[in-house]
């Protein structure tokens, strides 16, 4: 091969994050779609055609440019002649220490499709693979086990028990989580009793004076709040039925506790149903809440 056309071909594809390892792999690139900017520093060298046309004779591949704007795309001849590095571990029951002895280059390297910062997706070709296999006494005999019969229904029966499991561990945790709301709903819940009510409303404007000096640094939405006895002010009621379950009740450590053991999905429910059910208690004890 022509070396100056052998290293024109590897300057484009490295312009497009793809190094040629090797003069095999190429022939599997059948169509390059080049950005503007792309297409614009090939032809600079004013010799495109003479390029493609030469690269056919020498059978290194078929380089066909053509401008497309905003796009970068390499397709590969039969994308079923690769694997995926971590699919020839899987599937191919290869290792990491037979693919740096046997296949240490990937055939093809690909832009990540997910993440384009991260490092670059490994192709291996099949044909290569089967011939390794073929070759290699070690590998060959390693994975013999994986393709008789006794070893593919073990495969199935682990998959049948680790499914049975999941089943097993979901109806466990909906029969605990139907445990925990009836538990819940029936908690006892002790209540500090204020004998003198405008104690009580006063240490309730206190502590929400307390949290709004906090706010105030952020949200202008946070006044000052002064003392007042009227109980049938729906305000008053709030924050004091508010400073009550929480400063008057185990009701935060009961929280943190119920959380714990529920899924993230289900904390919501359980923190409303607990909030009822302490809400309950201190509603029982001042009924004017």
């Not at 100056?4 to 003069?23: E, H, Q, V």
């Not at 682990?158 to 925990?180: G, H, P, S, V």
Request: aromatic fraction near 12%; include cysteine.
């Amino acid at each position: 091969m022509n070396p100056i056309y052998k290293k024109f071909a590897a300057n484009i594809l490295s312009r497009l994050n793809y190094t040629p390892i090797n003069d095999s792999w190429i022939n599997g690139v059948t169509h390059i779609t080049l950005s503007k900017e792309d297409a614009k520093w090939i032809k600079s060298y004013n010799r495109v055609t003479k390029i493609e046309s030469t690269l056919s004779q020498l059978t290194l591949m078929d380089l066909k440019l053509s401008i497309e704007k905003n796009r970068r795309v390499l397709e590969i001849r039969n994308k079923s002649d690769y694997v995926y590095r971590t699919t020839l571990k899987k599937d191919f029951h290869w290792k990491d220490e037979d693919i740096i002895r046997l296949y240490p280059k990937a055939s093809l390297y690909r832009i990540n499709k997910y993440y384009s910062s991260l490092p670059r997706t490994e192709l291996y070709r099949l044909n290569l693979i089967h011939k390794f296999e073929q070759e290699d006494e070690q590998l060959r005999t390693r994975i013999q086990k994986y393709k008789t019969e006794e070893w593919k229904a073990n495969v199935e029966k682990r998959k049948a028990a680790a499914q049975k499991a999941l089943e097993t561990r979901a109806r466990n945790y909906e029969e605990r989580l139907e445990k925990l709301n009836d538990e819940i709903l029936n908690l006892e819940i002790g209540v500090e009793e204020y004998d003198d009510m405008d104690e009580l409303i006063r240490d309730a404007c206190s502590n929400y004076n307390d949290y709004s000096y906090e706010r105030r640094r952020y949200d202008s939405y946070a006044p000052y709040v002064p003392f007042n006895s009227a109980k049938d002010d729906e305000f008053y009621k709030r924050i004091t039925l508010n400073y009550l379950r929480h400063c008057c009740t185990n009701y935060d450590d009961l929280l943190d506790y119920y959380l714990s053991q529920v899924k993230e999905e289900d904390e919501f429910g359980i923190t409303l149903l607990l909030k009822h059910s302490v809400n309950s208690s201190i509603r029982s004890v001042y009924d004017w809440l």
